[in-house]
């Protein structure tokens, strides 16, 4: 996700298990180094999941509910 003042976010939906939901954030923060390396660093990473609650992990990344997008 790009914003106008060129911020940018990455995002990743898992909607399997924890195990899904690590390798996800894991997959985040790899690629948020390898982009930063050229850019500025990233403003969130976001996995997508089906919990039922948001929160931040020890390694910064959200795990956000996908009842959460619904308009």
């Not at 939901?21 to 180094?33: E, H, P, V």
């Not at 850019?39 to 996908?66: C, G, H, M, N, S």
Request: proline share 4%.
């Amino acid at each position: 996700m790009e914003f106008n003042d060129d911020a940018w976010a990455l995002i990743e939906v898992k909607l399997g298990t924890n195990t899904d939901i690590d390798a996800a954030a894991n997959n985040l923060l790899r690629l948020s180094q390898d982009i930063a390396n050229h850019d500025a660093k990233p403003a969130f990473l976001i996995v997508v999941a089906k919990d039922k609650v948001t929160y931040q992990r020890e390694d910064r990344v959200y795990v956000v509910p996908l009842g959460c997008l619904k308009p």
